[in-house]
């Protein structure tokens, strides 16, 4: 079986090997395993321009190059048209080469490739929607465009769409999915976490205004000034780390704040192993993989009501589900910090949801889908 991949996320060619971002290119070798000939239909970069890349493990047979570009004035606008019209020839000419075709949505290159895959309807297909696929969120145009295309039956046969979460309306086309990080055999015992010291909370993820660093800061700013033992310990990079600095000089909370940048994945592991909470008050997610990994470790997730956390979260049955309103939030928190004993059964919860999600199964689902 030939497998395309068609995607806007790019890949990374260095001395005649491949690279891409590394959670993308560990999923992408299950894919390749149940494959005999495996492509990518995207763009591709000569350098990694800061992202975190790793090596393909698996041979990529052929790639088809599609042109990246932005509209930013009159000139570019006329550029990106003649530029579509190409890319949308690469993505015909890769889906004619295919025996599967596997789109990664969403995206520019996501959308041309919903579009085309109409003109395939023989054809098996699989996309995954990284994104949040819930009816309700307000989201760009295209992106709800090509969630459009996917969930028509009409428009769309013979293809499964991955997504995010089980929601109403959805068509025979939908199959609720998820992704994972752990295996089978990393299931160890977590021993239950005590209040009886200093109570810690975690943030992982790029230190983007959407992501939300700075309120973590408040919450746990407001817990301390309420007279709990608490500390925030901060993971990762981005464009916000100067603003997150000025906020902790000068309002003297170093001591309870501390920013260490970027870790490798053994250590962030040993975090939520360690620490009592993930916090994340993202304004948008698709899979929250912070959350369900800090779950995966007994770490109790507090989160924003966004995407298909309420879903992992089972509304608070295993978390905290976020109001972005400083005073409920606390008082939400509060609550956890006053009963150890709720705490311990909900992270157990929690845990026990998240390791029903591991590679191993992950990994039966993709063969599921490519071999019939």
Same mark, same amino acid.
């Given at each position: !079986?030939?497998?395309?991949?068609?995607?806007?996320?790019?890949?990374?060619?260095?001395?005649?090997?491949?690279?891409?971002?590394? +959670?993308?290119? %560990?999923?992408?070798?299950?894919?390749?395993?149940?494959?005999?000939?495996?492509?990518?239909?995207?763009? *591709?970069?000569?350098?990694?321009?800061?992202?975190?890349?790793?090596?393909?493990?698996?041979?990529?047979?052929?790639?088809?190059?599609?042109?990246?570009?932005?509209?930013?004035?009159?000139?570019?606008?006329?550029?990106?048209?003649?530029?579509?019209?190409?890319?949308?020839?690469?993505?015909? %000419?890769?889906?004619?080469?295919?025996?599967?075709?596997?789109?990664?949505?969403?995206?520019?290159?996501?959308?041309?490739?919903?579009?085309?895959?109409?003109?395939?309807?023989?054809?098996?297909?699989?996309?995954?929607?990284?994104?949040?696929?819930?009816?309700?969120?307000? &989201? +760009?145009?295209?992106?709800?465009? &090509?969630?459009?295309?996917?969930?028509?039956?009409?428009?769309?046969?013979?293809?499964?769409?991955?997504?995010?979460?089980?929601?109403?309306?959805?068509?025979?086309?939908?199959?609720?999915?998820?992704?994972?990080?752990?295996?089978?055999?990393?299931?160890?015992?977590?021993?239950?976490?005590?209040?009886? =010291?200093?109570?810690?909370?975690?943030?992982?993820?790029?230190?983007?205004? =959407?992501?939300?660093?700075?309120?973590?800061?408040?919450? *746990?700013?407001?817990?301390?000034?309420?007279?709990?033992?608490?500390?925030?310990?901060?993971?990762?990079?981005?464009?916000?780390?100067?603003?997150?600095?000025?906020?902790?000089?000068?309002?003297? *909370?170093?001591?309870?704040?501390?920013?260490?940048?970027? &870790?490798?994945?053994?250590?962030?592991?040993?975090?939520?192993?360690?620490?009592?909470?993930?916090?994340?008050?993202?304004?948008?997610?698709?899979? +929250?993989?912070?959350?369900?990994?800090?779950?995966?470790?007994?770490?109790?997730?507090?989160?924003?009501?966004?995407?298909?956390?309420?879903? !992992?979260?089972?509304?608070?049955?295993?978390?905290?589900?976020?109001?972005?309103?400083?005073? &409920?939030?606390?008082?939400?928190?509060?609550?956890?910090? %006053?009963?150890?004993?709720?705490?311990?059964?909900?992270?157990?919860?929690?845990?026990?949801?998240?390791?029903?999600?591991?590679?191993?199964?992950?990994?039966?689902?993709?063969?599921?889908?490519?071999?019939?």
């Amino acid at each position: !079986m030939k497998l395309i991949v068609i995607s806007s996320s790019p890949i990374i060619l260095k001395n005649d090997d491949y690279y891409a971002y590394s +959670p993308y290119i %560990k999923e992408l070798e299950i894919w390749a395993k149940y494959s005999n000939e495996f492509a990518f239909t995207c763009p *591709i970069w000569k350098d990694d321009k800061g992202l975190l890349i790793s090596k393909s493990n698996f041979y990529i047979n052929t790639h088809f190059e599609v042109i990246e570009f932005n509209v930013k004035s009159f000139k570019s606008t006329i550029k990106a048209i003649q530029y579509s019209f190409k890319n949308l020839y690469i993505i015909y %000419k890769s889906m004619r080469w295919a025996d599967h075709i596997h789109l990664r949505c969403p995206g520019n290159i996501g959308l041309f490739g919903c579009i085309l895959q109409i003109f395939f309807p023989a054809k098996p297909k699989t996309a995954k929607y990284a994104g949040n696929w819930d009816p309700k969120a307000k &989201q +760009p145009y295209s992106y709800r465009f &090509q969630k459009w295309i996917l969930n028509n039956t009409f428009l769309t046969k013979n293809m499964q769409v991955l997504v995010y979460g089980e929601w109403e309306n959805s068509t025979k086309n939908i199959k609720p999915f998820f992704t994972a990080s752990y295996f089978e055999k990393d299931k160890i015992e977590i021993k239950p976490k005590s209040f009886s =010291g200093k109570i810690s909370f975690v943030f992982v993820g790029t230190l983007t205004i =959407g992501k939300q660093p700075l309120y973590c800061i408040k919450l *746990i700013e407001q817990l301390y000034k309420n007279g709990y033992d608490v500390q925030l310990l901060i993971y990762g990079e981005g464009k916000e780390r100067t603003v997150l600095e000025k906020y902790i000089s000068e309002n003297k *909370i170093k001591d309870i704040v501390k920013l260490l940048g970027n &870790q490798n994945q053994e250590s962030i592991k040993e975090a939520y192993k360690e620490n009592h909470f993930v916090i994340l008050p993202s304004l948008s997610e698709g899979w +929250p993989k912070v959350v369900a990994e800090g779950m995966f470790w007994g770490c109790l997730p507090i989160a924003t009501k966004v995407s298909c956390v309420p879903i !992992m979260l089972q509304k608070e049955e295993r978390g905290i589900l976020l109001d972005l309103n400083l005073n &409920q939030d606390i008082k939400k928190i509060e609550a956890i910090l %006053k009963d150890n004993n709720l705490y311990q059964v909900k992270a157990n919860k929690a845990m026990e949801w998240s390791r029903y999600y591991t590679i191993d199964a992950f990994e039966n689902e993709i063969k599921q889908l490519l071999i019939k």
